[in-house]
């Protein structure tokens, strides 16, 4: 089944790296950043608790920002600042400013153990991109090398696990659905959504979860490099 595989689509956060991580620190940068720009008072009671707060009411009424994270936090911030006394333009500038420093920051990270050495190795043998339902700038860190392109949900209609995303890429990498696998964490955006649409689909199981994907999956793996071994790769 696999000999039939030419290219191989990757979810980002927690399945090239650990998201949790390197968006914590970007919070925290993010918010330094703000606190020397602004009075003292309008950054007080800000904190993670008290951001997502804010958020989760700003996609109850902007709903159909959701799942462009970019928009999302900008708005956020924007909120935020108008909350506590700026001006709209004041407000729109800080927010710009600290999505800024906060971008930055988000794309500083680690990625798992041998997860590029496994990136290097495919590139010579399949077409590689990526799918996210997050706003990392994949092509912009060192890994991007080794990608065709890197689809963000912000620029379409619908997120994962929505067949738009997926049917693009199979389109940008004229390979037919069979002839393409893909890979992530979780069931729900990347093994049903990438399944509907008619890809292979790998499981990216790193915690060793026990649940539905064992079975859903065509597989299960917990170490990217398990993808040398599934796809007949070796040195």
Not at 20 to 35: C, G, P
Not at 137 to 154: E, P, V
Request: hydrophobic content about 40%; proline content about 3%.
């Amino acid at each position: 089944m696999t000999k039939l595989i030419r290219a191989l689509t990757f979810d980002l956060d927690n399945t090239l790296w650990e998201t949790d991580v390197s968006i914590l620190r970007a919070e925290d940068v993010m918010a330094r950043h703000l606190r020397t720009l602004t009075p003292s008072e309008w950054m007080a009671e800000f904190n993670l608790e008290t951001f997502h707060a804010l958020r989760k009411l700003v996609v109850e009424e902007q709903p159909q920002i959701a799942h462009n994270l970019t928009s999302t936090r900008k708005e956020t911030l924007k909120r935020w600042f108008e909350n506590r006394g700026a001006t709209t333009a004041i407000a729109y500038d800080l927010a710009n400013e600290g999505f800024r420093v906060f971008y930055e920051e988000r794309q500083n990270v680690t990625p798992y153990p041998g997860t590029v050495a496994t990136l290097k190795q495919l590139s010579k043998n399949f077409k590689l991109a990526a799918i996210t339902n997050g706003n990392a700038d994949l092509m912009a860190m060192q890994i991007g090398r080794y990608f065709q392109f890197s689809l963000k949900s912000q620029d379409f209609l619908e997120p994962k696990p929505a067949p738009g995303m997926f049917e693009e890429a199979l389109k940008l990498l004229k390979v037919d659905p069979h002839e393409c696998m893909h890979v992530g964490d979780d069931i729900e955006h990347d093994v049903i959504g990438a399944r509907q649409v008619g890809m292979k689909t790998v499981w990216f199981n790193m915690h060793s979860l026990s649940q539905e994907g064992d079975t859903l999956a065509d597989y299960v793996i917990t170490d990217l490099r398990e993808l040398l071994h599934l796809l007949k790769l070796h040195g």
